[in-house]
């Protein structure tokens, strides 16, 4: 080989990473650990500038990738619970990140060459497509996002969630959220806000006539039955017989939780009507019935 063709050469890296989102640092860092040299493309000003992987980061394989991810990841609130509500017209039951420290600076440079380049844009890659090696994705694989960030002091979030330290709560939620369109609604808990909104489905989006800032709207305009609970603890009898403490531990939805003076609180709205709490209350320690026409879950399990 000649000196020039062995300049040549050495100019040429071993890959290119196309996206730094999730995936493509990922991969980058995948391919440097192995001793290849590899350069890191983002358009935006750092990776993660255009993130879309979502609020809440399910991180199984990261943790294969980097052992303590969980731990040292900067993350608002760590998902210790997952829950999946269903949505009626009047009722319910319930059943984005990115690293810097993958990222370091790099010179620009007129004309680059590898050996390998991995598109890493994105569902819609245009390099891909552009290369003719992908098709344009079809609307029945894409959904469309819409999201709500709710500021409430973090006091509150823990309170109404009933969270501790940096715990978390995810909601996953089908039927009437999405007003029959595929998709689902979804609702998470940050450090100090909620974000809350909906994914749909473009081709069904599209073959129903709907606007997805409408379908998130009336997703947001659902209530509960915030007058008149159905449910009441006799805390007395409770305290007196050991059901409340049971009621605590049996609750399926955890309905009911102890305040540090012994009492118990209840928060009806989470509730099932599954007749869990009443099969092992005491005599008179508890009160309960369906709550009133138009509230309360419609979708019963058991």
Request: some cysteine; hydrophobic content about 40%.
């Amino acid at each position: 080989m000649t000196s020039a063709a062995a300049q040549e050469d050495d100019e040429v890296f071993d890959a290119f990473v196309v996206g730094g989102g999730v995936a493509g640092t990922v991969c980058a860092y995948q391919l440097a650990s192995q001793g290849h040299e590899v350069v890191l493309i983002e358009r935006g000003d750092e990776p993660g500038a255009k993130n879309l992987s979502g609020g809440v980061f399910y991180c199984r394989v990261m943790e294969e990738v980097f052992p303590g991810f969980v731990e040292k990841a900067p993350v608002e609130r760590r998902i210790t619970r997952n829950i999946v509500s269903f949505l009626n017209e009047a009722s319910s039951v319930d059943i984005d990140y990115w690293d810097q420290r993958l990222h370091e600076p790099a010179n620009a440079v007129s004309v680059l060459r590898a050996r390998v380049v991995v598109c890493a844009d994105g569902v819609n890659s245009f390099l891909a497509r552009q290369a003719g090696v992908r098709d344009k994705e079809p609307m029945k694989n894409l959904a469309v996002g819409v999201k709500s960030v709710i500021r409430l002091p973090r006091a509150t979030i823990e309170d109404r969630f009933r969270l501790t330290e940096d715990d978390g709560v995810a909601y996953a939620i089908v039927g009437d959220a999405t007003q029959g369109c595929a998709g689902g609604g979804f609702l998470y808990t940050n450090t100090e806000s909620v974000s809350v909104g909906v994914v749909l489905r473009l081709d069904d989006l599209v073959a129903k006539g709907l606007r997805s800032s409408e379908v998130h709207d009336h997703f947001l305009a659902f209530t509960t039955d915030e007058e008149q609970s159905h449910i009441h603890v006799n805390q007395e009898i409770a305290r007196a017989t050991g059901t409340g403490r049971l009621l605590v531990r049996v609750c399926p939805a955890h309905v009911y939780s102890e305040e540090p003076d012994g009492t118990i609180s209840v928060e009806y709205a989470a509730c099932l009507e599954c007749g869990t709490c009443l099969a092992v209350a005491a005599p008179g320690a508890l009160t309960w019935h369906y709550p009133r026409g138009g509230y309360g879950v419609s979708f019963r399990e058991g």
